[in-house]
């Protein structure tokens, strides 16, 4: 029973064990947003804007959340998504690579382009994710190189077009 009861005891033990995983943060572009309203940038490596993954104007978390304090949060909960950038403000695009050496496409293709597709707040409150991607309702799309990015330091400014 001795016998038995040792190997079972370790596998228990090891299967109750939380190997932590590293994950370092992926690389991005500083995207600074000099216009009088907030706006949505979809990144993609193709050049029109896809149906899936669809934007959201708000993240919905229905799941339980806790504030500071340990308070349960009431539910549903609102956030803005990362994609959202407030008028005269910055945020970040994803892209890959990491945060010291973030790259766009594969690293022995250095012409791909990365798309970023610049969808006004009024757009997104106004119309659904499926007549944005039919219609391609986008105010600014533009295609970024990784070369293109290594000059600005990885930073982009979007100015709104003129109309």
């Known amino acids: 029973m001795k016998k038995i009861f040792v190997p079972i005891a370790f596998m228990v033990a090891l299967n ?6 590293y994950d370092p943060p992926r690389g991005s572009i500083e995207l600074h ?6 706006i949505y ?3 993609n490596y193709e050049d029109t804007l896809p149906p899936t993954p669809a934007l959201e104007l ?5 799941s339980k959340r806790y504030d500071a304090w340990g308070n349960e949060m009431p539910k549903p909960t609102l956030s803005v998504p990362e994609e959202r950038i407030d008028a005269y403000s910055y945020g970040k695009v994803r892209t890959g690579g990491s ?3 973030p790259s766009i496409g594969h690293p022995k293709n250095p012409d791909n382009k990365l798309y970023l597709f610049f969808i006004t707040e009024e757009t997104m409150r106004n ?8 219609d391609q309702l986008y105010v ?3 295609s970024v ?7 600005t330091l990885w930073r982009y400014t979007y100015f709104p077009p003129k109309e």
């Open 16 to 21: 109750g064990c939380i190997i932590p995983v």
């Open 41 to 43: 940038v979809y990144s």
């Open 58 to 62: 708000f993240n919905i978390y229905d």
């Open 33 to 38: 947003n000099y216009s009088d309203q907030p």
């Open 145 to 151: 190189t990784e070369g293109e990015m290594e000059k």
């Open 140 to 142: 600014k799309k533009d």
């Open 127 to 134: 119309h659904t994710w499926e007549e944005i991607w039919k």
């Open 99 to 101: 945060k010291r050496h």
